[in-house]
Each structure stands twice: as structure tokens, then as C-alpha cells.
């Protein structure tokens, strides 16, 4: 598959939802890809990528930003409070808020670089034990507790269970959003962007099926 024909995908999404078109950002998500990868989705246009790690996306992205100072790139995993400081340096968003001592971290040393990236609230809808997130019960609170730090929240974003019909999963994080008067929405990915764009989704994250399969060896 092609980044034009996930592009085209998303838009038939958007209009079969009645969405207007291209209100879903779609996140290229580089994680583990080579760099000739990467620079070939930026030659043809593309400037919103997703890195897992902190120090993997330092070993790209500061590079990559000389030839293309526009490129935005999104943490979209768990973050440790030691690395706080250069993703904040880093990253245009973190969609990896999820307990207490990080919120507060990310507070004080967004006050301290300024301004602070965008920032999402993972929700562990499944209530998956391996999994970072808050359960659905706790979001509501630590929504407002974000909030009242006076972080960035934008939005809240999930990875549903493997074995679960996503599109559930999806629903309850937009409802818990809309409760809280949040608007973004970061969810789905390559096997289910699709659903995620029927329910609201305001970023989507795919990567293999733009870039290929990855190898981690």
C-alpha cells in the first residue's frame, strides 16, 4: 500500500461518516523504519509523523529538520518522567499522558521550555493489565487534574485490545472526550483507522502499511 491510497482511504472514511474531508490527521508513524523510508514519505509531501521512543526520534528527527523544518512529529509512546525534558524539546505533541508524576513533570517543564506540545491522555479501555492508560472510571478525574496543572490536553487516545472489536473501544473514548469537553481523538491504526474515522477520530496512526513491514532485528 502507498501513502496516497491510505490518503484516499481516509478521505472515503471521512465522506461515508459525513466528516468533512481531510479533518482526520493521519500519523506516518516512522518507529523502527529506516531513514531512506522516512525521507521518501517526506519527498512526497507528508509532515505529520508518530515515534515511539524518545531517543530513537533524537537520532532522526533533529536531521530530518534541516531539510524540512515544517515536519511535525508526535510521541506515541509510553514516556519515562526522566525523558520529560527532551520530549518536551522534542515533540510537537506526547500522546502519553497517563498517570499523576508525569502530568506534573510535563507541567513544570513545559512552564520551563514554553510553549508546552499538545498533549493527549491515554485511556486503557480495555483495562488491560500489560497496558499504560488510565481505566475509563479513573479518566474523568485525571482529565480535570491535567487540566487544573494547566497542561495542554487536546484530546485523549487509545490502542484497543487485540482480540475486541475496536470500534467499542473507539465509541467509549469519544464519549468520555465529549463528557469532558475534549475534541481530539487519537485512534486507530493500520487494521482499523477506517473505524476510528467513522467515529470521530482526529488522528490516526498508521505506519507499516505506509512504510512496509518493519524489522526488528
Known amino acids: 500500500m502507498s501513502l496516497s491510497e491510505i490518503t484516499s482511504r481516509i478521505h472515503a472514511a471521512e465522506?461515508?461518516?459525513?466528516r468533512a474531508v481531510g479533518s482526520t490527521q493521519l500519523l506516518a508513524v516512522s518507529k523502527v523504519q529506516p531513514n531512506e523510508?522516512?525521507?521518501a514519505v517526506l519527498e512526497q509531501g507528508h509532515r505529520l509523523f508518530g515515534e515511539n521512543k524518545v531517543q530513537?526520534?533524537?537520532g532522526?528527527?533533529?536531521m530530518f529538520r534541516e531539510t524540512?523544518?515544517?515536519a511535525k512529529v508526535h510521541l506515541i509512546g509510553p514516556l519515562q518522567t526522566n525523558?520529560?525534558?527532551n520530549a518536551v524539546a522534542l515533540f510537537d505533541a506526547i500522546h502519553a499522558v497517563d498517570r499523576v508524576t508525569l502530568a506534573k513533570t510535563l507541567a513544570a517543564e513545559?512552564?520551563?521550555?514554553?510553549p508546552a506540545p499538545h498533549m493527549f491522555i491515554t485511556v486503557n479501555t480495555g483495562q488491560e493489565g500489560q497496558k499504560a492508560g488510565l481505566f475509563p472510571a479513573e479518566a474523568d478525574q485525571f482529565i480535570a487534574d491535567c487540566l487544573a496543572l494547566d497542561l495542554p490536553i487536546k484530546g485523549l487516545m487509545v490502542i484497543p485490545p487485540v482480540n475486541e472489536e475496536p470500534s467499542l473501544h473507539f465509541a467509549l473514548l469519544r464519549k468520555i472526550a465529549r463528557r469532558n469537553g475534549l475534541t481530539g481523538l487519537s485512534m486507530g491504526m493500520s487494521?482499523?483507522?477506517e473505524r476510528a474515522v467513522a467515529l470521530g477520530a482526529t488522528h490516526v496512526r498508521v505506519g507499516s502499511a505506509i512504510f512496509g513491514d518493519r524489522d526488528y532485528t
Open 37 to 39: 523510508r522516512v525521507a
Open 68 to 70: 524540512y523544518p515544517d
Open 191 to 193: 487494521s482499523d483507522f
Open 83 to 85: 525523558k520529560v525534558k
Open 15 to 18: 465522506e461515508a461518516a459525513g
Open 60 to 62: 532522526k528527527w533533529p
Open 110 to 114: 513545559g512552564q520551563a521550555q514554553g
Open 56 to 58: 530513537e526520534a533524537e
